[in-house]
């Protein structure tokens, strides 16, 4: 980008119109009176490979990537950071002025922000975890918890050798639980933390007993539709502390916004409203 141009960013994704990331950018680009805009770019899977380099030639700074895109992304981008070499997916695009892409994998990060900001005593090393499910999202989670801390993992997911396979590459913090044995290593957790697509808007809900939840532990849902969970509502009736999913997706949005339009945003209720209108 030279100097005079107004930086573009946008999400790629296929399809795209679901994402809340351009609310999200619209609004701090709004907040902070900078020039720049941000859009959702729908590309199919087949020509990913020919579009993205194309995007810096028409005055795109960076992109956020997600689904079905976050992998193929690694194969195309010129230099890779270790996070989301780690988590074998990249969610944040730089195209560098030299012509390179840069990926990056903030989700980590922005699982780890969001439960510091509203925990803010959040002690990661205090005791074990158990992660519910095994998908890109988990890996996230995995590689981040791993990273803080945490001593010990408790992976459980209903196809276990998708779990297995995790272990495998998070080595020997990470122990993989049954999935129908997940309710009974709840009480040893200090940190819940669900990845599944359970208890999403129109998708089954979590079965999973949670009698054993610890008062006073840490429950995270990752999904964010509905924001209240059943599993946040029975963890909240059980006093244990509750973070939901809305943040992560929040503060996995600031390296990029950062680094595409020069200013570090802040996470606050403002942007969460913002999002949720
Ligand atoms: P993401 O990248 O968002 O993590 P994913 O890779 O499709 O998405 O993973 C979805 C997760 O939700 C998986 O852990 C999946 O379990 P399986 O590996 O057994 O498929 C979990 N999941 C989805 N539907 C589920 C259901 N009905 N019961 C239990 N787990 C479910």
Known sequence: MSDNKIPLAGVI????????????HGYWLRKYGLKGHYVPIDIAPEKLADLLPRLADLGFVGANVTIPHKEKVMEIA??????????????????RKDGRIHADNTDGYGFIENIRQTIP???????????????????????????????????????????E??????????????????????????????????????????????????????????????????????AEDRGCRVVDGLGMLLHQAVPGFERWFGKRPVVDENVRAAVLR
């Open 78 to 95: 010129d230099l890779i950071t270790d996070r989301a070499t780690l988590i074998g997916a990249a969610n944040t695009l730089i195209f």
């Open 121 to 163: 005593d959040w002690n990661p090393k205090s005791g074990p975890a158990v992660v519910f499910g095994a998908g890109g999202a988990s890996r996230a989670v995995l590689a981040s918890l791993i990273d803080v801390g945490v001593p010990k993992i408790m992976l459980t997911n209903r196809t276990r050798i998708r779990a």
């Open 13 to 24: 994704g296929h399809p795209v119109a679901h994402s809340k990331s351009p609310n999200v």
């Open 165 to 234: 396979k995790l272990r495998e590459d998070f080595g020997h913090r990470v122990q993989v639980i049954e999935w129908v044995q997940a309710g009974n290593v709840l009480e040893e957790a200090d940190l819940v933390v669900n990845t599944t697509s359970l208890g999403m808007t129109g998708k089954p809900e979590m079965r999973v007993p949670l009698d054993g939840l610890k008062p006073g532990a840490i429950v995270n849902d990752l999904v964010y539709a509905p924001l209240r969970t059943r599993l946040l509502a029975t």
